[in-house]
Structures are given as structure tokens and as C-alpha cells.
């Protein structure tokens, strides 16, 4: 018998943090529910806690903090001490110029090759400062059906923490 998953939302200053809401909501509206956590050491106990945590949007700042270990908040604390045996999704949103520069690929590398995160990546369309290109987070709906289709292969038989 399979539990509910523990899924982690963790968001950036991006922008595109203006969508976390309707993510959330479809989330929500697919039949998750929220519980609050509680401990002195809460990025830990949420690091244990999650099945599965996706950062969205991931501005170039926490890009670059993650790919160099760097943990100065609480998102940056939970993604230094995750477990690389759970999925961790990144949804990457930021300026075209700030993408097309030479460290945001190293970073993803770092990312992708040396931490096994999935990246679900930008899309091109007229951004909020008026450029038009590469930068902009997936739509919420793609977002949220990736998400699901990495749920699915999660083994939930186990208890939650």
C-alpha cells in the first residue's frame, strides 16, 4: 500500500515566484494537503520529511549559492544536507542575458551531473523586464505534470516520517 508523498516546494526571489501560488493550487487541487512542520533544526527535519523537493522558480543566485555549496537561508540549508536518493526538481527562471551566461551552465552541470537534479527548463517568451527570449519558468501546468510523473516512480510504500 502506497502512503501519500511528502512533497517540499521550495522557492526564490525570481520574478517568476508570482506563480508558486497556482502552483501550489493545482497541487492542492489534485487532492495534497498541507501540514506544517515544527523542529529547532527544521531544515533537517524537512530534508528527512520530503519525498521529493522542487525549486521553483530557481533564480541564477540560488543557482549559483547550490553548484557551490553555499547555504545562507533556509532553502540553501535543506539542499546542502538533502538526500540525493530523493528527487530534487529545479525550475530555473531568470533574465535571457542572465541564461545565456557562460556560469549558468557550469552551475546547471554541477546540478545535473554531480547532484542528479532534474531540471525542467525555462521556456522563451516576453519576460517582465520587456526582453524576449530563454528565461522564463516552465508554465505552471507542464510544472506540475512533470512533478507528477516523477511522483509516480517514487517507491511510497515505506512510512512517512
Do not use: Y
Not at 30 to 44: E, F, L, S, Y
Not at 79 to 94: E, G, H, I, N, Q
Request: hydrophobic content about 45%.
Amino acid at each position: 500500500m502506497t502512503r501519500p508523498v511528502n512533497l517540499l516546494i521550495g522557492t526564490t526571489g525570481s520574478v517568476a515566484a508570482i506563480k508558486v501560488p497556482e502552483i501550489v493550487e493545482r497541487f492542492q487541487s489534485a487532492g495534497n494537503t498541507w501540514k506544517g512542520k515544527g523542529d529547532p533544526v527544521i531544515h533537517i527535519d524537512l530534508r528527512k520529511w520530503a519525498d521529493i523537493l522542487v525549486v521553483v522558480p530557481l533564480d541564477a543566485n540560488t543557482l549559483a549559492k547550490v553548484a557551490n555549496g553555499l547555504c545562507d537561508n533556509l532553502l540553501t540549508c535543506v539542499l546542502r544536507a538533502w538526500d540525493f536518493a530523493k528527487p530534487c526538481v529545479v525550475c530555473p527562471a531568470m533574465n535571457t542575458h542572465m541564461w545565456d551566461h557562460p556560469f549558468t551552465g557550469k552551475h546547471l552541470g554541477v546540478l545535473v551531473d554531480e547532484l542528479h537534479f532534474r531540471v525542467i527548463p525555462p521556456i522563451s517568451k516576453l519576460l517582465a523586464c520587456g526582453d524576449l527570449g530563454v528565461g522564463a519558468m516552465a508554465e505552471p501546468v507542464d510544472i506540475v505534470a512533470k512533478v507528477t510523473e516523477i511522483i509516480q516512480e517514487l517507491d511510497l510504500t515505506g512510512d512517512a516520517l
